[in-house]
């Protein structure tokens, strides 16, 4: 059968309900782990995306979430069954790619979650730049998580006014890859089971977050103030967390860091995690700086 002939055109919010029903009903889907719940993504204004139709029906669709500092992450990809995956996944790379330049994105990040994928993309550029792993504690019993509060730090939860003192930390603690914005942070407050500051000395120097999920909890971000590191608030918090999570009857709690995060590695083990089969590769692309070469 000759392939399908689709036309692009940049994703509209009149296009959201073709484009639910296409990642309904698509054999190929590739999602983001989104700190967005659900479809919010889809009424984030800032988003780049691109719908392939045939005959009036969404067939192909790939989005991009907004940029931050130049960064964008690929958060869906979703074919109908029948359609060349390389060859429609390039179209989509092609069309879209104009538009995130646009947008200011000059690196396009992947979370390799879909095997399916990985051959459109490598052909398109994407190289692995990082590996990440899953650690998870579980414990029997109910145990003792002693909080040990280095002198002066405090900790207390998150409230709405604090997000851009988090912010702050966020965007010196981690490389730019993986910097959230702001409407994440303030999505994520709402979502999340656990969102705890560590103030030293009346200054915010250090946060959590955690999200629930089936069977236990998920540490889903641990920053420190560079200033701030080594001196005991990122156990502080990590500790926090595992007596949280013990006061709610909760006996596991997983979570992600590059491989090659020595220190978040040190510290997790350090309170017991072990690593898991679970891992991830992170693949990036770059755009050119120069418009005419997009
Ligand atoms: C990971 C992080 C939260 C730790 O916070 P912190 O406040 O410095 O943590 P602590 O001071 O309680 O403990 C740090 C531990 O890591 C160790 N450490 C620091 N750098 C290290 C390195 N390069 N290699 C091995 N261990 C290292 C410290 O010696 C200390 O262990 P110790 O108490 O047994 O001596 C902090 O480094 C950070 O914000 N990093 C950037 C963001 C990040 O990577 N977050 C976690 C991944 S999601």
């Known amino acids: 059968m000759p392939p399908r002939m689709?036309?692009?055109?940049?994703?509209?919010?009149?296009?959201?309900?073709?484009?639910?029903?296409?990642?309904?009903?698509?054999?190929?889907?590739?999602?983001?782990?989104?700190?967005?719940?659900?479809?919010?993504?889809?009424?984030?204004?800032?988003m780049v995306a691109g719908v392939g139709w045939c005959h009036n029906q969404a067939a192909a669709l790939?989005?991009?979430?907004?940029?931050?500092?130049?960064?964008?992450?690929?958060?869906?990809v979703a074919l109908d069954g029948d359609l060349p995956a390389q060859v429609v996944v390039r179209e989509l790379w092609d069309f879209l790619r104009p538009?995130?330049?646009?947008?200011?994105?000059?690196?396009?990040c992947v979370l390799m979650l879909e095997t399916w994928l990985y051959p459109s993309l490598a052909l398109l550029g994407f190289v692995p730049v990082e590996e990440i792993v899953t650690l998870q504690r579980i414990w029997d019993d109910p145990e003792d998580f002693a909080i040990a509060r280095p002198p002066g730090v405090t900790l207390r939860p998150a409230e709405?006014?604090?997000?851009?003192?988090?912010?702050?930390?966020?965007?010196?603690?981690?490389?730019?890859r993986w910097q959230m914005r702001p409407r994440d942070l303030a999505i994520v407050r709402e979502e999340a089971l656990s969102f705890t500051l560590a103030e030293w000395e009346g200054q915010v120097a250090g946060y959590e977050i955690s999200l629930r999920y089936d069977s236990g909890i998920h540490l889903a971000r641990l920053a420190t103030a560079p200033h701030r590191q080594g001196q005991g608030i990122g156990s502080a918090l990590v500790a926090h967390v595992l007596y949280f999570a013990n006061r709610l009857g909760i006996s596991a709690l997983t979570v992600n860091t590059q491989a090659s995060n020595a220190a978040s590695l040190h510290l997790y083990q350090r309170y017991g995690f072990r690593m898991i089969g679970e891992g991830f590769t992170v693949l990036e692309a770059r755009l050119p700086d120069s418009p005419g070469m997009v």
Do not use: C, N
């Open 6 to 46: 689709l036309s692009y055109r940049l994703f509209t919010p009149a296009d959201q309900a073709a484009v639910l029903d296409l990642i309904g009903r698509a054999s190929y889907v590739h999602r983001h782990l989104d700190w967005q719940p659900g479809d919010a993504w889809l009424t984030d204004p800032e």
């Open 62 to 76: 790939m989005a991009f979430s907004p940029t931050t500092v130049g960064v964008s992450w690929l958060r869906v």
């Open 99 to 108: 538009a995130l330049w646009k947008r200011g994105v000059r690196r396009i």
């Open 160 to 176: 709405a006014t604090d997000l851009e003192a988090v912010l702050r930390i966020d965007h010196t603690a981690f490389e730019v």
